[in-house]
């Protein structure tokens, strides 16, 4: 089993629509939780944290966190084109140390 | 604030040779980590340092690789001699203590 597991994409969304991304992780010790978006050829870009259960909203984003289900979720709302990357969910215990699911690709057509 | 830089952005070696990886943090960030990504893999973790100490080298791969941060600062990460499946990306994030990882660009790292 993998540490970090994310749903398959690609994932093609239309401008203006919520992009729904998926993470589940193994470690029921992880503590603190992360969403980088990556841009073909770039570095990997934080775009959210979270390291309690619920929701955190930051602009267009909201980052969900279910402990007791091992579940984390990424939303983007009102999709734009620039929104278009693959999006890596990591996860970390108390050791620093990320663990990565293997991606996302999310394709927003305009 | 200047990000993470790391050089080369890329690399090319041939099988057998030596290549030098070199990070320099975000200027202030005690932690140091690095990171490697092969073909159609996950990122994977390397080491940690904090400050010139390492803290966490679980994920190094063998003993061909070695990572160094003389004084604090900025890191090198040696391949000695490279192989084949070295081939891939390699990160370098830094962050401050219990915060959030940023990363460098990568270096693409290819061993024919």
């Known amino acids: 089993q993998k540490e970090v597991e994310q749903n398959s994409g690609p994932l093609s969304v239309p401008e203006g629509a919520i992009a729904s991304l998926n993470c589940t992780y193994s470690?029921?010790?992880?503590?603190?939780f992360f969403w980088y978006r990556q841009y073909s050829g770039k570095s990997p870009e934080l775009i959210m944290f979270?390291?309690?259960?619920g929701d955190k909203e930051d602009g267009r984003f909201t980052a969900q966190l279910n402990k007791a289900s091992q579940y984390v979720s990424l939303l983007i709302r009102d999709s734009q084109p620039s929104d278009s990357a693959t999006y890596l969910c990591?996860?970390?215990?108390?050791?620093?140390?990320?663990?990565f699911g293997a991606g996302t690709t999310v394709t927003v057509r305009a | 604030e200047a990000g993470v830089t790391q050089f080369p952005s890329h690399s090319v070696i041939e099988k057998g040779q030596t290549v030098t990886l070199r990070c320099d943090p975000i200027?202030?960030?005690?932690?140091l980590y690095w990171y490697r990504r092969v073909m159609g893999k996950e990122i994977k973790f390397l080491l940690h340092?904090?400050?010139?100490?390492?803290?966490?080298e679980s994920g190094m791969p063998n003993n061909r690789f070695l990572a160094e941060r003389t004084g604090g600062t900025y890191s090198t990460l040696k391949v000695q001699p490279a192989e084949l499946e070295d081939s891939g990306v390699y990160f370098c994030?830094?962050?401050?203590?219990?915060?959030?990882?940023?990363f460098g660009p990568g270096t693409r790292l290819t061993v024919t």
């Open positions: 994030a830094s962050s401050p203590t219990g915060r959030p990882q940023y």
């Open positions: 470690d029921r010790g992880s503590q603190s």
């Open positions: 979270i390291y309690s259960n």
């Open positions: 990591a996860v970390n215990a108390n050791d620093y140390k990320l663990s």
């Open positions: 200027s202030g960030h005690d932690n």
């Open positions: 340092f904090v400050k010139e100490s390492k803290q966490d």
